[in-house]
């Protein structure tokens, strides 16, 4: 397990975290590209223990997930980067914005969820869940 620095765009906020494993996991479903304004956004699961604030203080602000289960996003209060989200479906896990943490162009992409929501332009990259992955 290796600890990596984060920060937000503005870099009011600042984090580490501990991950098992340096990859990212290609999210498609639409509340991500509401969030990003992009195609896909970059994730990684960490146990909630394993992330803390080193600077600043995250804002948060829930919405219902697909599971019909709440979802707790963490993001900067200045300029909103989105540090972590916490899927309460996943018990004591949460969803790391991987693109934020230092190192993470040399990241690998370990799978694709919510294929089903993909761009029809965006290329499959790794293998690929249509849904969310099997528990």
Known sequence: MSTYKG???????EWTVKL?????????CDACKLVS???FTLNALAAKDDIKITKGTLKVYDYQ???GNPVHCYYCPNCTSHAYHHQTVLGDKIVIRTALLEGSK??????EIFGKDRVKWQPEVAHTFEGPPPS
């Open 20 to 28: 098992d494993d340096p990859s990212h996991i290609l999210c498609h």
């Open 65 to 67: 997930g697909d599971s």
């Open 7 to 13: 920060r937000c765009h503005c870099g009011q906020t």
């Open 37 to 39: 304004g992009g195609e």
């Open 106 to 111: 040399d990241f690998n992409v370990a799978a």
